[in-house]
């Protein structure tokens, strides 16, 4: 990619111009060792990236077969294309004492809907 060509590139476009290659790559040496985790972590990934730009990249994640982590305050990779992802969402909460203490509600996206264990939520 030229630099001319990235400068004309929305901020978007640019996240997801920069994050596939590294992807490819990731999944190529993934290869290489069959047993390996194919673990990816990514942090506040493809913001400023439009919801339909997101749904297929996440669609790419899972046809590369890569196991995805992410942490964010507002994605919950909830799209069509994506069959399932586990979510934990970090919750915390004071009690009558001042203690403050952190806990987690469990989500589960099997690529139609978002289900989640009631026993989880405060």
């Not at 290869?31 to 493809?46: G, K, M, N, Q, Y």
């Not at 439009?50 to 994640?61: I, S």
């Amino acid at each position: 990619m030229t630099r001319k060509l990235h400068g004309a590139l929305s901020g978007g476009e640019k996240a997801i111009a920069l994050h596939l290659p590294l992807f490819a790559v990731v999944a190529a040496h993934y290869r290489t060792v069959s047993t390996a985790p194919r673990v990816i972590l990514l942090d506040e990934v493809f913001v400023g990236v439009d919801t339909a730009n997101r749904g297929q990249v996440f669609a790419l994640l899972a046809a590369l077969d890569l196991d995805l982590m992410l942490t964010s305050d507002h994605e919950w990779c909830t799209y069509a294309e994506l069959p399932g992802i586990g979510i934990h969402q970090l919750v915390t909460a004071a009690d009558g004492d001042g203690d403050n203490a952190v806990t987690t509600a469990r989500f589960t996206w099997d690529g139609h809907r978002l289900l989640t264990d009631s026993a989880d939520l405060p």
